[in-house]
C-alpha cells in the first residue's frame, strides 16, 4: 500500500474539523439558478404530452373513488401542497406526512421524504394508487379513461396506443410537473446571482452570509436545488395528532406494517422511522431527505410532519440545535444567531421565492361518453 495518500487524505479530513463554516462554505456546490430540468431519454417532452398531464393531474377519475387527483394535495394556490400540517389521505383514512410541494421536484433524484422512489415516474404511480393517498386500481382507473373518447384520442396521438394505458398516463403527469420548476426572473437571489445587485435588499444579503457562515445551512442546503438530497435526522418534534387521534394512529401502525418492520417496531410504533423504512439500517432510524429550500414562501408548513408553519419558526428549531431523537446528525448544533441575524436569515430564505406564487388555471376535463360498438379497431 502506497502511504502517502492515504496520509494525505486523513489530513484532509482532519483539516475539515478544525474549519470554520465560512471556510467550510466553499467546500459545498454553492447556490445558484436552477439549469433546465433533466428529461428522461424513455420520456420526452412535447406540448400534447404536457398538456394531457396537466388534464390528468385535475382528474379526479385517476384514484380511488374519483376523489383524489394529483391536484387535492398538490394545489397551485397552497404552493402546489395542500398547506394542511399533514396531507388529507384518502377519503376514510388519514394520510401520515407533510404533503411536499410538487415545485421543482423534477430537479430530485429521490421523491417522498424517505427516498422510497428515483423518479416522477414512480412517484405518480405510488401516489396514486397508494392506500392513504389516492388509492387507485390500475385496472378501474384505466378503464375509465377508455370510456372517455376525448382521451382515447389523446393517448393516441401522444403515444400511438389504441388504448389509453396508466403506464403512459404517468408518463403525462410527469411531463407535465417537470414545467412545474422556480422562473429565475422572478427569483430575487437568481437575479441577483446573475449580476443584479439591486436584486436583494441588504437583509437579505447579510443573511446570505449567515446562510453560508455562522449558520450553516450551505452544509445540506446547497447546490442549485439548495438540497444535497441526503438524509438527515434533527430531531424533529413528533406532530401531537399522532397521540389524539385514532384515525392517524392507525395509519401510522398500518405504515410500519405494510413497510415490513419487525413486529416489536410495529407493536410500538411511535416513531416516523424515516429512511429506515427502505434500508432496514438501524442507523437510518429517523432520518428524512433534505428537502429543497425554493419557494419557501408559499410552501408553509414545514418539515415531513408539518410541524412548524412559519420562517421564524424553523430558525428557532436550528438555532437552538434542533430536538432529539435518534441518530441525531453532529451538524445540528447551537448556533448562537443573535435576533437581527435570525431576521436577516429568514429574508435571504425568502428570496429563494419567486416574487409571485406559480398559480395555474384549472383545466376542462373531458366527459364520459357510452362506448359504441367497433370503436377503436
Known amino acids: 500500500m502506497k502511504l502517502k495518500p492515504v496520509v494525505a487524505a486523513l489530513a484532509a479530513i482532519s483539516a475539515i474539523g478544525t474549519m470554520t463554516l465560512a471556510d ?6 454553492p447556490l445558484g439558478p436552477l439549469p433546465p430540468p433533466p428529461i428522461p431519454a424513455d420520456n420526452p417532452m412535447s406540448a400534447d404530452k404536457i398538456e394531457l398531464g396537466k388534464m390528468l393531474f385535475w382528474d379526479s377519475r385517476l384514484g380511488g373513488d374519483a376523489s383524489s387527483p394529483c391536484v387535492v394535495c398538490h394545489e397551485p394556490g397552497k404552493g402546489w401542497g395542500d398547506a394542511g400540517e399533514i396531507s388529507r389521505g384518502y377519503p ?12 421543482n421536484s423534477a430537479y430530485y433524484n429521490k421523491l417522498f421524504w424517505e427516498g422510497s422512489v428515483t423518479s416522477l415516474e414512480n412517484q405518480a ?36 396506443d389504441e388504448w389509453p394505458r396508466m403506464f403512459h398516463a404517468y408518463q403525462a403527469i410527469s411531463a407535465f410537473e417537470r414545467t412545474l420548476v422556480s422562473d429565475a426572473k422572478q427569483v ?43 438524509f438527515y435526522a434533527l430531531g424533529v418534534p413528533e406532530n401531537e395528532v399522532f397521540k389524539t387521534d385514532p384515525l392517524y394512529q392507525i395509519t401510522h401502525r398500518w405504515e410500519h406494517y405494510q413497510k415490513g418492520v419487525q413486529e ?18 438501524p442507523k437510518d432510524v429517523n432520518k428524512f431527505r433534505t428537502p429543497s429550500l425554493r419557494e419557501l414562501k408559499y410552501t408553509a408548513p414545514f418539515m415531513h410532519n408539518g410541524i412548524f408553519y412559519t420562517l421564524d ?10 430536538g432529539t431523537g435518534p441518530n441525531k446528525s453532529p451538524l445540528i448544533k ?31 376535463l373531458p366527459p364520459y361518453a357510452v362506448m359504441k360498438q367497433g370503436v377503436g379497431k
Open 264 to 281: 416489536k417496531d410495529y407493536r410500538g410504533a411511535d416513531l416516523d422511522l424515516g429512511l429506515y423504512y427502505i434500508t432496514k439500517n
Open 334 to 364: 447551537p448556533l448562537g444567531l443573535s435576533d437581527k441575524e435570525k431576521k436577516d436569515l429568514v429574508a435571504f430564505l425568502e428570496s429563494l421565492s419567486q416574487d409571485k406564487p406559480l398559480l395555474m388555471e384549472a383545466p376542462t
Open 92 to 103: 376514510g383514512t388519514q394520510h401520515w406526512r407533510n404533503s411536499q410541494t410538487v415545485l
Open 125 to 160: 404511480p405510488s401516489a396514486a394508487e397508494g392506500n392513504v393517498a389516492g388509492n387507485g386500481d390500475p385496472s378501474l382507473m384505466e378503464m375509465r379513461m377508455r370510456f372517455i373518447p376525448e382521451y382515447v384520442a389523446r393517448f393516441k396521438k401522444v403515444f400511438g
Open 313 to 322: 419558526e424553523v430558525v428557532d428549531f436550528y438555532n437552538k440545535g434542533g
Open 24 to 29: 467550510a462554505a466553499g467546500t459545498f456546490p
Open 188 to 230: 430575487p437571489f437568481d437575479r441577483y446571482a446573475k449580476g443584479d445587485k439591486k436584486a436583494l435588499s441588504e437583509s437579505a444579503q447579510r443573511g446570505m452570509a449567515v446562510y453560508n457562515g455562522k449558520g450553516g445551512c450551505i452544509q445540506c442546503h446547497n447546490g442549485p436545488l439548495a438540497s444535497d438530497q441526503k
